[in-house]
Nanobody, 123 residues
């Protein structure tokens, strides 16, 4: 069982940076593949980035590749999403998710979710 709590969202201007954090409970955090998804108003939840439990593999959505970086600190049971060069279209609620399976872009693969944190990027 894993419980996830996101933080770090806020209101920023286009071009700014923001770092989201996701604190996980549970002693087996290092066994989970961790991911970030986001959901904008009126849109479906979409994959943003994922990192395997070993940290050896990462995957990004094309829309954030080169701007966002997912990292994890297994000792601190925390996963991060560093977001640079933010755009208004990055505005969404960002969710942290965990799965015991291999890296996936499908939300159905992830059995554990945080409550979400709002990111708003103004133009």
């Amino acid at each position: 069982q894993v419980q996830l709590v996101e933080s770090g969202g806020g209101l920023v201007q286009a071009g700014d940076s923001l770092r989201l954090s996701c604190a996980a409970s549970g002693r087996t955090f290092s066994s989970y593949t961790m991911a970030w998804f986001r959901q904008a108003p009126g849109k479906e939840r979409e994959f943003v980035a994922a990192r395997t439990f070993s940290g050896g593999s990462t995957y990004y959505a094309d829309s954030v590749k080169g701007r966002f970086t997912i990292s994890r600190d297994n000792a601190q049971n925390t996963v991060y999403l560093q977001m640079n060069s933010l755009k208004p279209e990055d505005t969404a609620v960002y969710y942290c998710a965990a799965t015991v399976y291999q890296l996936s872009t499908r939300s159905a693969t992830y059995g554990y979710w945080g409550q979400g944190t709002q990111v708003t990027v103004s133009s």
